[in-house]
């Protein structure tokens, strides 16, 4: 199994960036697929999560109303649309699948760094 994100950078507060996540070696529509970060000295923390079909959202209360997570079951692809962003939001930000809804996802990728400054 392989998560590959990408769409990390570097951008200013207020800006708005788009994460990708590419699945493969997986039945990607069989995997609720979620969003977590990293800030430097601080634990890995929950973003959003997707259902399997992409009907069902959830989000930290720090990513509701800024950020949407979506998939494309057909892409083997989930998204995570990041807008007004704070410096605060910089992080690692970690691409994750569970076949069940869990703090400890069975796959992660290595990551894509978010980086906003003020």
């Known amino acids: 199994v392989r998560l590959v994100e990408s769409g990390g950078g570097l951008v200013q507060a207020g800006d708005s960036l788009r994460l990708s996540c590419e699945a493969s070696g997986l039945t990607f529509s069989r995997y609720q697929m979620a969003w977590f970060r990293q800030s430097p000295g601080k634990e890995r923390e929950f973003v959003a999560l997707i259902s399997l079909s992409g009907d069902s959202t959830w989000y930290s209360d720090s990513a509701k109303g800024r950020f949407t997570i979506s998939r494309d079951n057909a892409k083997n692809a989930v998204y995570l649309q990041m807008n007004s962003l704070k410096p605060e939001d910089t992080a690692v930000y970690f691409c994750?699948?569970?076949?069940?809804?869990?703090?400890?996802?069975?796959?992660w990728g290595q990551g894509t760094q978010v980086t906003v400054s003020s």
């Open positions: 994750a699948a569970s076949v069940v809804i869990t703090p400890n996802p069975d796959y």
